[in-house]
């Protein structure tokens, strides 16, 4: 857990400071099995800033400015973006929508739990965009309800750097971090 009370955190809080704590939180070393299989000897566990009060709001005093002004709701995916657009909802005054990762097949069989999302102009909030699957689909299902989706913003962006891993979809990706910048906290 990180020494720093939420109520501490600003805007102000050096984007080099605020990389190097999520680094120092998040990157574990051991022996990992990951999802491809592989084993690997590091891990980043994106979780452990999410359940750090202090950092999470750090990261979504960082994400407020990322949101396009013509914002509507803020969709966070399940499960990592739900305690960001939590958080970034209450700081912004924008009401959230909690997106499944699929309609429900009973009760109201919605994706979005929150408000009507047709004909509304929706930011989708999520923790690490890698290959961007899940808020390409997220995107797909949220348009097919009526919705106008056109941007996403994520705490961090993994994919490979000058790549735009969901310009299929016609998503810009605004990140607090880049994979990049993680890792030069990491070597500084």
């Known amino acids: 857990m990180s020494n720093i009370d939420p109520q501490d955190a600003s805007p102000s809080d050096s984007v080099d400071a605020l990389a190097a704590d999520i680094d120092a939180c998040c990157r574990l070393h051991g022996e990992f099995t990951l999802r491809s299989g592989q084993v690997a000897s590091e891990y980043f566990d994106k979780y452990l800033f999410e359940s750090d009060p202090a950092l999470l709001a750090r990261v979504v005093d960082r994400m407020v400015d990322l949101l396009p002004p ?6 966070g995916l399940e499960m990592g973006g739900i305690p960001i657009v939590a958080v970034l909802s209450a700081r ?3 009401p959230a929508l909690f997106v499944r990762k699929k309609a429900k097949e009973y009760g109201t069989c919605k994706l979005a739990e929150g408000p009507e999302v047709a004909g509304r ?3 989708i909030i999520e923790d690490v965009i890698t290959t961007g699957g899940a808020v390409r689909d997220a ?3 949220l348009r097919e309800r009526g919705a106008t989706v056109g941007t996403v913003v994520c705490a961090i962006d993994r994919s490979p750097a ?4 969901l310009a299929d979809v016609d998503l810009e990706v605004r990140p607090v971090f880049t994979r990049a910048q993680l890792d030069a906290a990491r070597a500084g």
């Open 92 to 94: 912004t005054g924008l």
């Open 139 to 141: 995107t797909r299902g």
């Open 121 to 123: 102009r929706i930011t």
């Open 70 to 75: 013509d914002t509507q709701l803020l969709g």
């Open 162 to 165: 000058g790549e735009n891993p």
